[in-house]
């Protein structure tokens, strides 16, 4: 089984990638880190943010085309933690909590016509 890590270079994605190997991975299976920065570099924690043993680091940016250097299967697990992949998710959620506070307003200012008439 591969445990696929989008971002996993990150403060977050360390600490599953410890996670991981010390409670589910058993032998063979491998953990892939897939991120456009990795460990040491300028942009990660350092001390924190460190290259871990056993864990393929793969340098790539998830707004391209990705080409993957070994075969997925059915059973890999895939944690999404990349960061221009939530931030586009966060500007989605912002526009959809904008609108149910809009609409959240409307109903209210027409209750209050309601109860005065």
Same mark, same amino acid.
């Given at each position: 089984?591969?445990?696929?890590?989008? +971002?996993?270079? +990150?403060?977050?994605?360390?600490?599953?990638?410890?996670?991981? &190997?010390?409670?589910?991975?058993?032998? $063979?299976?491998?953990?892939?880190?897939?991120?456009?920065?990795? *460990? $040491?570099?300028?942009?990660?924690? *350092?001390?924190?943010?460190?290259?871990?043993? $056993?864990?393929?680091?793969? @340098?790539?940016?998830?707004?391209?085309?990705?080409?993957?250097?070994?075969? *997925?299967?059915?059973?890999?697990?895939?944690?999404?933690?990349?960061?221009?992949?939530?931030?586009?998710?966060?500007?989605?959620?912002? @526009?959809?909590?904008? @609108?149910?506070?809009?609409?959240?307003?409307?109903?209210?200012?027409?209750?209050? &016509?309601?109860?005065? &008439?």
């Amino acid at each position: 089984m591969n445990y696929i890590i989008f +971002g996993g270079s +990150g403060f977050i994605g360390t600490h599953l990638i410890k996670l991981l &190997k010390q409670e589910c991975v058993k032998a $063979g299976d491998k953990i892939y880190d897939l991120d456009i920065v990795m *460990p $040491g570099e300028e942009g990660v924690v *350092p001390g924190v943010v460190e290259k871990i043993e $056993g864990v393929e680091y793969v @340098r790539l940016d998830v707004r391209k085309e990705i080409e993957l250097n070994f075969q *997925p299967t059915s059973n890999d697990i895939i944690f999404n933690l990349a960061l221009q992949c939530i931030e586009h998710l966060g500007i989605q959620i912002m @526009r959809i909590l904008k @609108r149910i506070y809009l609409v959240q307003r409307m109903l209210l200012h027409l209750q209050k &016509k309601i109860q005065h &008439k």
